[in-house]
């Protein structure tokens, strides 16, 4: 029996009549395919999707010279998980198997796994999203031309019991919304601003993690549409609103004794943790945009804001760029606070894998610890963040540790992809500067 024939077999027994097929794009869009289980698994033998993915900007605009066709896929079978708004469907993920497989942010991520792996370690990682969400619709957007937008419980307040009371109803449809999804859910909470929203996701294996993160936010902004409001990713909004992140947390495991390697018998930062906060504080500044990969991501990093402007760490403060839980016990982990909540989750959870990776291997000693620094403050001898996504674009095509841990391929055309976003929106004029500029 094929594996073909045993995914059949499978569909046929969970009575999945419908498949939602697709890979992820940069932006962490699911572009898919919907087709019924027979056409599905007719078309499984031979998979194919068109290969524009890598070359399209986040308004699906082509660039690049083609030829546009259709390239060979590889089914991730176990990827196969529920699917929250259709009955008896389920989502499928798929894989470039051709010469554009290597773009892709999976296979960026699939390398930095079977690195670990190849160095004896398991990695677990959970991605922590904050979302707003607002009294609009698509159409009412466009009609306001994206501006005075409604917001959702104006007055909501952080962790506020009275939110929570409130919205019951909506937040228990949000996380059933998201479980239906194959998400694996911590908790949903309020948190700072007017309706935002804060989603604990539970620690999975690095891939599922990452595709429980582009699948949360497939389903928030899913069920959002049909409660006729809008959910919203983007890193800051302007105005009242806060910058939102998407963070990410990370543990690694001896593959021998199952061990958690940052587990440490004082309940202290251990040597193996501050290699890889080392490892990391060395390569995030050089291959920033790949958690950084919209121009809209660095007014998160305005002075006075709460996004760290440095690789800063420390143990349990929230104002560093990595947080440190240390614990004797099996919960000891290292949280990577940088992203926002439009990050790609595959490409930032390679970013901070592939930094912590070389931090143990190098024995790379980090920057000193700032557990009373403010997200504003600069420790000595650290080096700044880009200033924007052109700025990061340039480091990241310079960058010799990028092109050796992500393959100097997606090294150089990834950067290409952030200088065309930068591009896009160069000469964008906003209505701020129009009020402040226009008059003189």
């Given at each position: 029996?094929?594996d ?51 070359h399209?900007?986040?308004?699906d ?57 190849s ?94 993160a ?11 549409r ?7 990713f ?24 199952g061990?958690?390697?940052f ?10 943790a ?48 990595v ?24 490409l ?61 391929a ?10 065309i976003?930068h591009a ?10 129009l ?6």
């Amino acid at each position: 029996m094929t594996d073909i024939d045993q995914l059949g077999a499978r569909l046929e027994r969970d009575g999945i009549d419908i498949l939602h097929v697709g890979l992820f794009d940069y932006a962490s869009v699911f572009r898919e395919r919907r087709l019924k289980r027979e056409q599905f698994l007719a078309w499984a033998r031979d998979p194919r999707f068109s290969n524009t993915l890598p070359h399209w900007d986040s308004a699906d605009s082509l660039f690049g010279g083609g030829p546009y066709l259709t390239e060979a896929l590889s089914l991730d079978v176990d990827s196969l998980r529920p699917y929250a708004f259709e009955p008896k469907a389920a989502a499928i993920v798929a894989d470039y198997a051709g010469e554009n497989r290597e773009l892709m942010p999976r296979a960026v991520l699939a390398r930095q796994i079977e690195r670990a792996a190849s160095m004896g370690y398991e990695v677990r990682a959970a991605f922590e999203f904050e979302v707003i969400f607002l009294k609009e619709t698509a159409a009412s957007l466009r009609d306001g031309g994206f501006s005075a937008m409604r917001t959702f419980m104006p007055e909501n307040k952080c962790w506020s019991g009275q939110t929570a009371a409130e919205q019951a109803e909506f937040v228990a449809g949000l996380e059933k919304a998201i479980t239906d999804h194959g998400v694996s859910l911590f908790a949903v909470a309020g948190e700072l601003g007017p309706g935002c929203f804060e989603a604990t996701l539970a620690a999975e294996t690095p891939m599922k993690a990452a595709d429980d993160a582009a699948f949360f936010r497939q389903a928030a902004r899913a069920y959002a549409r049909r409660q006729d409001m809008t959910a919203s990713f983007m890193a800051h909004m302007g105005g009242a609103f806060p910058g939102i992140g998407g963070h990410v947390t990370l543990s690694l495991r001896d593959r021998k004794t199952g061990r958690n390697v940052f587990s440490d018998p004082a309940a202290t930062t251990n040597q193996a943790a501050k290699h890889f906060i080392g490892g990391l504080a060395r390569l995030v500044p050089e291959a920033f945009a790949l958690c950084a990969h919209t121009v809209n991501a660095y007014r998160r990093f305005a002075p006075g804001s709460w996004a760290p402007k440095s690789v800063s760490w420390a143990e349990y403060t929230f104002t560093t760029a990595v947080r440190s839980v240390p614990s004797a016990e099996d919960s000891a982990r290292l949280e990577f606070r940088l992203p926002g909540a439009d990050c790609n989750p595959h490409l930032t959870l390679a970013l901070a894998l592939a930094g912590g990776l070389d931090g143990l291997e190098g024995r790379i000693t980090p920057p000193d610890a700032t557990p009373f620094g403010g997200p504003d403050d600069i420790p000595a001898g650290a080096t700044r963040l880009p200033r924007d996504l052109k700025d990061a674009a340039d480091r990241l095509r310079q960058s010799e540790l990028a092109g050796r841990n992500f393959g100097e391929a997606f090294t150089r055309h990834f950067a290409k992809v952030c200088e065309i976003e930068h591009a896009a929106l160069a000469r964008a004029v906003s209505a701020a500067e129009l009020a402040r500029y226009l008059e003189g």
